[in-house]
């Protein structure tokens, strides 16, 4: 009998998590969230009232700010896929402009904004069956994970994917722009004080650079196999 498990997605900016995850939730019927949505919500908040300025904070502010700021994910009818509202509205799209991305991470570094978000998701993955992909899921929010895959690539090959990512969507940005921004996030990423980037020490390692979306697939859904007892 396979039972549901919890599949736990994390690495560096721009490794493909956001795109196996979701596979790997479609085919086994599981919830997919995709945990950096909620510190991109709170940063986009903080940006459209103005708490942010000119890419300038208090950290007072931004704590204040967040009783305010209510997140929840709605299926979206036609794919299925969880999608984050910011206080009652969809902001899927919104959050994944260049402004944001260059805000995040400092936002994400803040402890209280942390322990909000981090509530939130353990309290959408208490039924187990889901499939979450961030930077803190295996080491901090779901230490008990079945699975955890630790997912990088060589950085050049991110940088070119995620450039044509925003190109497909309209963005337009330089590629040495987009360079920057996975180098810096990164860095802040696996530097800051609290549930910093690292590989749990029960991850497996999952290189995409020379995989295909096919492989990376197999191989992800092989472990999540095995791991559910079926
Ligand atoms: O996955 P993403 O690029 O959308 O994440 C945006 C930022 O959010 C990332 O640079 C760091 C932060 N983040 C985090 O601190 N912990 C997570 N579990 C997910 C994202």
Redesign the pocket.
Known sequence: MRRKITIAI?GY??CG??TIAKGVAKKLGYIFI???????AV?LYCMENKIIKSGKFKEQDIIAALENIDLEFKANPQTHLSEIYLNGKNVEKD??GMDV?NM??P???IKEV?TK??AL?RELGRSKGIV??????GT??FPDAELKLFMTADENVRVQRRWKELQSKGVNVSVEEVKKNIAE??H??TH?EH?P?RKANDAVVLDNTHLTMEEQLNFAMKLAKERSGA
């Open positions: 994390d900016s721009s998590k956001s995709d945990s950096g949505a909620m510190y991109r940063t959050i994944r991305s995040v991470s936002i994400s570094a942390r978000v981090i998701q979450m992909d961030g930077r803190d899921i901090n929010v996030r990164d802040e990423d800051r549930n980037l």
